[in-house]
């Protein structure tokens, strides 16, 4: 055989390789809409919050921070701790973690920016299991809510948050006029902040427009009756839980998941949607 002969065959059996190819991915099953919609949700990287803060919102976490400098986390932790202990409540999902306020701030960001939420004054905020309180401090700076709320069940958590809560209406006026100079809007009020000492899966938050959870140590029983208690949410509420998704269902979309620091480490932030009006 010539050399010529030898890459007309050498071509002639490549040609029939992509084409039996092919002809195996047209019979590849096609991926339902849901299938479709998970491929295509984006998994951004790694989050850099602090390279991403402007400057109110820097100013803004400033205000964070001097208000939460005497709660200290590794305070917090052995509260948390001692308290289980002493309950014998030996679940996972009380493994004490706090939100970044850099993260926290890149999160309503998006939901701002890329998904449409939040864009008018009021709704409600709760956070489920909200420790001493830091989320609800955070929310009440990045948006105008009408009403923050955290739900706690361990009461010496529950007490560290009454004393930020302390600390927020002492400091008030000062705090309103800040945010004023920083979002140069003199509409600027705080919000009602409330910190309950409840079980979130009894208590009734249905009346969110946001709701966050610091899921990554959620059992999966906890987080089906999260889901279920979910349903009860109106339509274009919005959900945000740590590591942990939803389970699957037309009930809630899921827009966009990112990595983030928080205090126990790098974890990916889920945010969802409400597509379903609320459950009777």
């Known amino acids: 055989m010539d050399d010529e002969a030898l890459v007309s065959m050498i071509g002639q059996q490549k040609l029939k390789g992509?084409?039996?190819?092919?002809?195996?991915?047209?019979?590849?099953?096609?991926?339902?809409?849901?299938e479709q919609q998970e491929v295509r949700m984006p998994l951004v990287s790694t989050v850099k919050p602090h390279d991403l803060m402007n400057n109110k919102i820097k100013q803004k976490y400033a205000i964070f921070q001097r208000l939460t400098h005497s709660q200290k986390l590794s305070q917090a932790r052995e509260a948390s701790k001692k308290e289980?202990?002493?309950?014998?409540?030996?679940?996972?999902?009380?493994?004490?973690?706090?939100?970044?306020?850099?993260?926290?701030?890149?999160?309503?960001?998006?939901?701002?920016?890329?998904?449409?939420?939040?864009?008018?004054?009021?709704?409600?905020?709760?956070?489920?299991?909200?420790?001493?309180?830091?989320?609800?401090?955070?929310?009440?700076l990045l948006h105008q809510f009408d009403r923050c709320t955290g739900i706690e069940l361990l009461e010496s958590l529950h007490n560290m948050g009454l004393q930020l809560k302390n600390s927020i209406l002492e400091q008030s006026e000062q705090i309103v006029q800040e945010v004023i100079e920083i979002d140069k809007y003199?509409?600027?009020?705080?919000?009602?902040?409330?910190?309950?000492?409840?079980?979130?899966?009894?208590?009734?938050?249905?009346?969110?427009?946001?709701?966050?959870?610091?899921?990554?140590?959620?059992?999966?029983?906890?987080m089906q009756k999260l889901f279920e208690r979910s349903k009860l949410l109106k339509r274009g509420s919005f959900f945000i839980t740590l590591t942990k998704k939803l389970p699957q269902s037309d009930d809630w979309q899921l827009l966009i998941s990112v990595n983030h620091k928080m205090s126990w480490g790098e974890t990916?932030?889920?945010?969802?949607?409400?597509?379903?009006?609320?459950?009777?």
């Open 268 to 280: 990916t932030v889920h945010i969802y949607r409400k597509q379903k009006d609320a459950m009777s």
């Open 84 to 140: 289980r202990n002493s309950k014998e409540l030996n679940y996972n999902s009380f493994v004490y973690g706090e939100i970044s306020f850099p993260s926290f701030a890149h999160i309503f960001t998006l939901i701002k920016e890329q998904y449409g939420g939040l864009q008018n004054e009021g709704g409600i905020f709760y956070d489920l299991g909200s420790g001493v309180g830091k989320g609800v401090l955070a929310a009440s």
């Open 186 to 222: 003199d509409g600027f009020c705080l919000p009602e902040i409330n910190f309950v000492k409840d079980d979130f899966l009894t208590y009734d938050w249905s009346d969110a427009t946001l709701v966050f959870a610091a899921s990554t140590c959620y059992e999966p029983f906890l």
């Open 18 to 34: 992509l084409f039996d190819f092919f002809q195996d991915l047209m019979k590849t099953k096609k991926p339902s809409t849901r």
